[in-house]
């Protein structure tokens, strides 16, 4: 099974993150991640920069937002919180992690140094999720690359929510940090996206100690809203005093990782480094390991399952894409009948075992059920990945499963349904052509 494992030893953010991935890319895969990188955005630009940490060599990702770069401030325990005023946020500091809960916060008033950074920097726009969700679904890539980080970036969002206290909706983004964001999101999601691993797994979290700088004052490390994301996570501090681990970065974790813990034993074939600009005693980085792990197309998956004789077929179907949404893996309806002859629906979520408790409460939520069963199941599965082929009606995704001698493909239906509209056509016609050329263009072998 081709299996990716991300050491944190020294936390993880997503720019890190991106760069570590970006090493396991082949040559071509590299160019190809890098110009689609280059045209996602408007004033976005993002570059590969060699770099060494503590004597080992690897890659770090800039990422600039018109010509300015996100950071976040490590301060020594005890530092008071009127000295915050003291230190304006500084553009051009080195970028070392990406910092969304610096800017994040409800759209408030109350808060005077907002607006004197806004006077020290220009007019500095905020956007809410829902601003972030159209940004997204805009993005040159492939659909599913799309959903992943519009899941990601939904984490982030109720993350900062629950730390603030606030809804969703109130949530607004500093224009940097979230394009920042946006950019380092989805640099992760298509990294991997063409890695194609089929088993994602990390080790526990090293999230630092000590305070960081926000827009809000002086928090602790881990900041409110990453030890929300890091629920059921393993994670631990330490002697480093910095903030290691970032919303960002404890997000993309949540989402991806399907558990937490040493590394599988599987023969290595490549390693990639992330580098980030702060200095600390010990090499900061987070390391992508890539290899075959000895349980070939076997993983453990959750099964959350509840009954429902009390829901609308439209109030069923909204719950569903809410679930889908929140990171499950599939969400499925079937009609069942209950005692005394009532009509209901079987609910059943398919979700990583580290998402379990999170998509129950969901349902929980989301659904008139009173109750949510939960079992860990084993499944088998074929080893996934990409390719792209060319059509008269454009670029369209094709999904390849191999594994067990078995190997089948067939077109990316959000690909294939975007290029039916663009054009004009019926859908059927697009997929027919796409299957075409993916037969006369031969499969690269992994």
């Known amino acids: 099974m081709k299996t990716l494992y991300l ?30 990188m280059n045209g996602l955005l408007p004033g976005v630009t993002v570059a590969a920069v060699p770099a060494v940490t503590c004597g080992i060599a690897g890659t770090r990702m800039e990422v600039t937002v018109h010509g300015q770069e996100e950071v976040s401030h490590d301060l020594p325990l005890g530092t008071a919180a009127s000295e915050v005023h003291e230190h304006p946020h500084d553009h051009e500091h080195p970028h070392d992690h990406e910092h969304p809960h610096d800017h994040e916060h409800p759209h408030n008033h109350e808060h005077p140094h907002d607006h004197e950074h806004s006077h020290e920097h220009g007019h500095h726009h905020h956007a809410a999720p ?20 519009k899941a990601v970036y939904r984490r982030i969002a109720d993350a900062e929510a629950a730390a603030h206290g606030v809804p969703v909706t109130e949530v ?5 940090g979230a394009l920042d964001a946006v950019a380092d999101v989805t640099g992760v999601c298509l990294a991997l996206h063409l890695l194609g691993a089929e088993r994602i797994t990390a080790s526990p979290v090293h999230v630092g100690s000590g305070q960081v700088r926000c827009a809000h004052g002086i928090m602790p490390v881990p900041a409110p809203a990453t030890a929300y ?62 290899g075959e792990s000895g349980q070939a197309g076997r993983e453990e998956i959750t099964e959350l399952v509840c009954h429902i004789d009390d829901s609308t077929a439209e109030a069923l179907a909204y719950a569903c894409e809410t679930l889908m949404a929140q990171g499950a893996l599939d969400v499925t309806t ?24 999170r998509l129950a409460r969901a349902v929980l939520r989301e659904t008139s059920t009173l109750g949510v069963r939960a079992r860990r199941c084993a ?30 493909e067939k077109p990316e239906y959000g690909d294939a349904a975007a290029a039916a509209r663009r054009c004009g056509v019926p859908f059927q016609t697009v997929w027919e052509a796409a299957v075409k050329a993916a037969a006369e263009q031969e499969a690269p072998r992994g």
Do not use: W
């Open 7 to 36: 050491e944190c030893n020294m936390g993880a953010a997503g720019d890190m993150l991106t760069a570590a991935l970006y090493e396991l890319l082949d040559r071509q895969q590299k160019e190809d991640f890098l110009r689609t």
């Open 130 to 149: 829902a601003d972030i969700d159209r940004i997204l679904d805009h993005l040159p890539v492939p659909e599913a690359v799309r959903e992943n980080a």
């Open 172 to 176: 607004h983004f500093h224009e940097v």
């Open 229 to 290: 994301l890091l629920r059921g996570v393993p994670c631990y501090g330490g002697e480093i005093r910095g903030e290691l681990c970032t919303p960002t970065g404890a997000a993309l974790l949540a989402h991806f990782a399907a558990f937490f813990g040493p590394q599988p034993m599987m023969p290595l074939e490549a390693t990639g480094v992330g580098v980030g600009r702060k200095e600390f005693p010990a090499a900061n980085c987070v390391r992508a390991l890539l």
């Open 334 to 357: 079937a009609p069942i009948v209950m005692k005394k002859g009532r009509a209901a629906a079987a609910l059943t979520v398919l979700c990583r075992p580290a998402d379990e408790e």
């Open 379 to 408: 499944r088998y599965v074929l080893t996934p990945s990409y390719r792209t082929v060319e059509t008269a009606f454009g670029p369209i995704a094709i999904k390849r499963g191999e594994g067990f001698g078995i190997c089948k």
